[in-house]
């Protein structure tokens, strides 16, 4: 439950407004930021990401079959043949 908590788009939003604002504050007002945050703050927007796709790839696999040629052929005969039947 706590991984669709922090899985959903304003966890990754979040994390790219903490870059913006470390990095102007760097840029605009000289603050010495260890370039290690960014890089920690950017790895969590990519983890995060990637758990949002993830769960987007499941919640596609559980509606939708995807089908190899070979089993679509097995079951309707050969694409070229539909094809003709056109």
Do not use: P, R
Request: aromatic share 12%; glycine share 6%; hydrophobic share 45%.
């Amino acid at each position: 439950m706590v991984v669709k908590k922090i899985a959903n788009h304003e966890g990754y939003i979040f994390a790219g407004i903490l870059m913006v604002i470390g990095t102007s504050l760097k840029l605009l007002f000289n603050v010495k930021i260890d370039s290690d945050w960014f890089w920690f703050i950017a790895g969590v927007a990519l983890v995060i990401e990637g758990i949002m796709n993830s769960s987007k790839q499941k919640q596609f696999n559980n509606k939708f079959k995807v089908v190899s040629k070979e089993e679509y052929e097995k079951l309707w005969g050969s694409i070229e043949n539909q094809e003709k039947k056109k």
